[in-house]
């Protein structure tokens, strides 16, 4: 009897894995993977999972690389015909040549899934970023002047309000309301939803926070945790199901200066901070990177001026671009390195790389964006520079100011720029003083964003929720 292929291959990997850990399967289903063969990667993972053996770990493992199958077929899901069909609803004018010739030139990201060419679900949005010939093409223009010169207004006052002794200035009070609803197919009626939505973390800064409302308020993370958060438990309804924090916290801005004379750079010896100059998911000292890094600050000793090279280099070669999910991306600064663009958080790895790289302590600073007209979830970075200490340098807006800001003149552009390496506006929210940190409680299935935590993260079950099956508000007024 002669057996069919797959079958043999489902055999193989059976006999194969009762001898061996998880490992060598999940190595195998992504090698499969990265071929664009995502119904074999499936098959082998299946297959894998069928062995009664498995610990839990290996179990969990591998259920998560069948996820994430999904999760990279939500991120590239327009067909090329799709593609065009928004494009001409974005882009005047456009022709089937012009669109030919960017499909060839790589204008947009794609991935081959079993045998079909699938493109980013962002492909539109990141043409206006990436071309700026495109971007007065625009069907429905944008208009970010008004804000741009509010920041830009904001950022003077900030400096005029700051001296060498007294950096945190201009405080607010907000009063925020975070809501996050289930959908209504999502979860079976009657089912326990596990939530965790992110609240301020204390900070020299940032303070004062307060619990106003719960829908169903479980625990509170501890004030200083790196990654802060409500955990919250509701019955899921048959109209979906809703979670709701409301809060009041205070938040300042912040303006360091670096006048030579002044600064005594030196290396610290404190192991909170030295942490922060290893290696970590995503913080990969690759060759590449070691080489870049190089490039960028060459012979230069000062870590001042090292982390302000790092930061000019980005702002000028790195182009935003929304992202694919973080936790479809294997190592997300040499992603952002290798493809010469990225959003907040690709930028703010990348800038933390080159900083360790070059032995200046770095770390991940994350929440919500809340400056009026440009609401978001907002990624940055701070680092570790003597006399100062923890000093925070926004990457990305520096750098989407310079390249992005045309109402302001090339002079206040380049002013703005300067004020994001060392100061940050008032109009933050942050939960995040690092990366890829574990919630408390900690999830029982695997996480959404295993990188980030602005969203929230969702679960009943044994069952993630993905965050195609939940939406997300954050709402917030100045109390005083």
């Given at each position: 009897?002669?057996?069919?292929?797959?079958?043999?291959?489902?055999?193989?990997?059976?006999?194969?894995?009762?001898?061996?850990?998880?490992?060598?399967?999940?190595?195998?289903?992504?090698?499969?993977?990265?071929?664009?063969?995502?119904?074999?990667?499936?098959?082998?993972?299946?297959?894998?999972?069928?062995?009664?053996?498995?610990?839990?770990?290996?179990?969990?493992?591998?259920?998560?690389?069948?996820?994430?199958?999904?999760?990279?077929?939500?991120?590239?899901?327009?067909?090329?015909?799709?593609?065009?069909?928004?494009?001409?609803?974005?882009?005047?004018?456009?022709?089937?040549a012009e669109f030919e010739g960017w499909l060839k030139e790589g204008r947009f990201e794609n991935r081959t899934i079993d045998g079909t060419t699938y493109y980013s679900g962002t492909s539109v949005s990141n043409l206006f970023w990436?071309?700026?010939g495109v971007e007065t093409r625009r069907i429905f223009p944008r208009d970010k002047s008004a804000q741009h010169r509010a920041m830009l207004e904001n950022a003077r006052l900030i400096k005029?309000?700051?001296?060498?002794?007294?950096?945190?200035?201009?405080?607010?009070?907000?009063?925020?309301?975070m809501t996050v609803t289930v959908k209504s197919n999502a979860v079976p009626p009657g089912e326990t939803i596990r939530a965790w939505l992110p609240v301020p973390r204390e900070y020299p800064f940032q303070d004062g926070f307060k619990l106003l409302e719960s829908s169903s308020l479980r625990h509170l993370a501890d004030e200083s945790s790196s990654i802060r958060?409500?955990?919250?438990?509701?019955?899921?309804?048959?109209?979906?199901?809703?979670?709701?924090?409301?809060?009041l916290y205070s938040t300042h801005a912040i303006r360091f200066e670096f006048p030579p004379a002044k600064m005594t750079p030196k290396k610290t010896t404190d192991k909170s901070v030295k942490q922060f100059i290893r290696e970590a998911p995503h913080v990969v000292f690759t060759p590449a990177?070691?080489?870049?890094?190089?490039?960028?600050?060459?012979q230069e000793k000062d870590p001042v001026r090292k982390a302000r090279m790092i930061y000019d280099w980005i702002g000028r070669n790195i182009q935003y671009s929304y992202a694919l999910e973080y936790s479809t991306i294997p190592n997300i600064s040499q992603y952002?390195?290798?493809?010469?663009?990225?959003d907040c958080g690709q930028q703010a790895l990348l800038f933390i790389t080159l900083c360790r790289e070059q032995g200046i302590p770095a770390r991940w600073q994350s929440g919500w964006f809340l400056f009026p007209g440009g609401k978001n979830i907002h990624d940055w970075t701070e680092i570790?520079?003597?006399?100062?200490?923890?000093?925070?340098?926004?990457?990305?807006?520096?750098?989407?100011?310079?390249?992005?800001?045309?109402?302001?003149t090339l002079e206040e552009r380049k002013e703005l720029h300067d004020f994001y390496f060392g100061g940050l506006d008032q109009y933050r929210m942050i939960a995040n003083s690092d990366h890829s940190q574990t919630l408390n409680p900690p999830k029982?299935?695997?996480?959404?964003d295993d990188v980030d935590f602005q969203r929230g993260e969702l679960e009943w079950g044994n069952q993630n929720l993905y965050f195609d099956k939940y939406s997300y508000d954050l709402q917030w007024r100045k109390v005083k």
């Open positions: 009897m002669r057996f069919p292929g797959w079958f043999i291959c489902v055999l193989t990997v059976l006999v194969f894995f009762s001898a061996q850990a998880a490992e060598p399967v999940v190595s195998k289903a992504r090698a499969v993977r990265e071929r664009g063969d995502f119904k074999q990667a499936a098959t082998v993972l299946n297959s894998a999972l069928a062995n009664k053996n498995l610990s839990e770990a290996e179990r969990k493992q591998l259920s998560y690389e069948i996820d994430l199958l999904e999760r990279i077929r939500k991120d590239f899901s327009l067909t090329k015909e799709q593609l065009f069909s928004r494009l001409e609803k974005a882009v005047r004018d456009i022709t089937t990436r071309e700026s005029q309000s700051a001296t060498w002794n007294k950096p945190y200035v201009l405080p607010h009070e907000l009063e925020v309301t958060s409500a955990y919250l438990e509701q019955t899921s309804g048959s109209n979906g199901t809703k979670f709701q924090i409301k809060y990177i070691r080489k870049l890094s190089k490039e960028i600050v060459g952002c390195a290798s493809k010469g663009y990225g570790y520079l003597e006399p100062h200490g923890w000093v925070p340098v926004d990457v990305e807006v520096g750098g989407a100011i310079l390249q992005y800001a045309t109402s302001l029982q299935t695997f996480r959404s």
